[in-house]
Protein backbone atom coordinates (compact mmCIF):
# COMPACT_ATOMS: atom_id res chain seq x y z
CA UNK A 1 0.00 0.00 0.00
CA UNK A 2 1.13 3.78 -0.53
CA UNK A 3 1.81 5.92 1.95
CA UNK A 4 0.21 8.99 -0.50
CA UNK A 5 -3.10 6.76 -0.66
CA UNK A 6 -3.67 6.34 3.44
CA UNK A 7 -7.56 6.73 4.18
CA UNK A 8 -7.69 10.41 5.75
CA UNK A 9 -8.60 9.43 9.07
CA UNK A 10 -5.21 8.23 9.19
CA UNK A 11 -3.69 10.90 7.86
CA UNK A 12 -5.06 12.83 9.96
CA UNK A 13 -4.11 11.05 13.03
CA UNK A 14 -0.48 11.59 12.09
CA UNK A 15 -0.99 15.74 11.16
CA UNK A 16 -2.36 15.49 14.86
CA UNK A 17 -0.14 13.38 16.16
CA UNK A 18 3.00 15.41 15.48
CA UNK A 19 1.73 18.97 15.39
CA UNK A 20 0.57 18.40 18.36
CA UNK A 21 -3.31 18.57 18.43
CA UNK A 22 -4.99 16.95 20.63
CA UNK A 23 -8.46 17.80 20.09
CA UNK A 24 -8.20 16.74 16.39
CA UNK A 25 -6.10 13.54 17.29
CA UNK A 26 -8.99 12.51 19.82
CA UNK A 27 -11.57 13.17 17.37
CA UNK A 28 -10.16 10.52 14.78
CA UNK A 29 -11.79 7.66 16.91
CA UNK A 30 -15.43 6.33 16.79
CA UNK A 31 -17.00 7.46 20.44
CA UNK A 32 -16.42 3.43 21.40
CA UNK A 33 -12.83 2.79 19.89
CA UNK A 34 -10.58 0.33 21.62
CA UNK A 35 -6.51 1.08 21.59
CA UNK A 36 -4.22 -1.55 22.35
CA UNK A 37 -0.54 0.02 23.50
CA UNK A 38 1.99 -1.49 26.31
CA UNK A 39 -0.51 -4.21 26.42
CA UNK A 40 -3.10 -1.88 28.30
CA UNK A 41 -6.58 -1.37 26.59
CA UNK A 42 -8.48 1.59 26.55
CA UNK A 43 -11.92 1.39 25.70
CA UNK A 44 -13.94 5.00 24.45
CA UNK A 45 -12.66 8.47 23.84
CA UNK A 46 -12.09 9.53 27.11
CA UNK A 47 -9.89 6.65 28.00
CA UNK A 48 -8.30 7.22 24.73
CA UNK A 49 -7.56 10.96 25.43
CA UNK A 50 -6.33 10.15 29.01
CA UNK A 51 -3.59 7.49 27.24
CA UNK A 52 -2.69 9.92 24.44
CA UNK A 53 -2.22 12.89 27.03
CA UNK A 54 -0.43 11.23 29.21
CA UNK A 55 1.89 9.12 26.99
CA UNK A 56 2.16 10.72 23.71
CA UNK A 57 1.68 14.22 23.80
CA UNK A 58 3.26 14.48 27.37
CA UNK A 59 6.28 12.98 26.10
CA UNK A 60 6.34 14.43 22.59
CA UNK A 61 5.66 11.95 20.58
CA UNK A 62 6.26 12.00 16.89
CA UNK A 63 5.55 9.56 14.31
CA UNK A 64 7.04 9.46 10.82
CA UNK A 65 5.32 6.51 8.92
CA UNK A 66 7.98 4.52 7.07
CA UNK A 67 5.67 1.68 5.62
CA UNK A 68 1.87 0.48 5.41
CA UNK A 69 -0.10 -2.69 4.32
CA UNK A 70 -3.36 -3.71 4.16
CA UNK A 71 -3.48 -6.99 6.16
CA UNK A 72 -7.24 -8.15 6.29
CA UNK A 73 -9.51 -5.10 7.88
CA UNK A 74 -6.43 -3.67 9.08
CA UNK A 75 -4.27 -1.24 7.70
CA UNK A 76 -0.64 -1.91 9.32
CA UNK A 77 1.40 1.06 9.27
CA UNK A 78 5.19 1.35 10.26
CA UNK A 79 6.36 4.48 12.11
CA UNK A 80 9.42 5.82 13.24
CA UNK A 81 8.85 7.48 16.80
CA UNK A 82 10.62 10.09 18.49
CA UNK A 83 10.11 11.97 21.32
CA UNK A 84 11.64 13.10 25.00
CA UNK A 85 10.16 9.22 26.43
CA UNK A 86 12.69 6.88 28.08
CA UNK A 87 14.48 5.86 25.41
CA UNK A 88 16.88 3.65 27.88
CA UNK A 89 16.89 -0.16 26.13
CA UNK A 90 14.54 0.64 22.52
CA UNK A 91 16.06 0.22 19.49
CA UNK A 92 17.47 3.04 17.49
CA UNK A 93 15.40 3.56 15.80
CA UNK A 94 12.01 2.62 17.44
CA UNK A 95 9.87 1.80 14.42
CA UNK A 96 6.24 0.49 16.08
CA UNK A 97 3.80 -1.35 13.85
CA UNK A 98 0.61 0.76 14.28
CA UNK A 99 -2.64 -1.40 13.10
CA UNK A 100 -6.03 0.40 12.45
CA UNK A 101 -9.47 -0.83 11.32
CA UNK A 102 -10.97 1.84 9.97
CA UNK A 103 -14.80 2.45 9.95
CA UNK A 104 -16.74 5.10 8.23
CA UNK A 105 -13.48 7.02 8.16
CA UNK A 106 -13.23 6.50 12.11
CA UNK A 107 -10.66 4.43 14.36
CA UNK A 108 -12.84 1.94 15.64
CA UNK A 109 -9.78 -0.30 16.76
CA UNK A 110 -5.76 1.01 17.04
CA UNK A 111 -3.09 -1.60 18.48
CA UNK A 112 0.29 -0.89 18.66
CA UNK A 113 3.42 -3.02 18.68
Given at each position: ??????????????T???????A????????????????K???G?Q??????????F?????L??T????????????????????????????L?????V????????????
Open positions: MDLNHLPSVIGKYIASNKPDPVFVDCFSENAVVLDEGKRNKAIREWSDQYHAANVTEPTAKKMGEEIVLTCKLDGTYDKTGLPDPLLNYHFIVDDQIVSLSIF
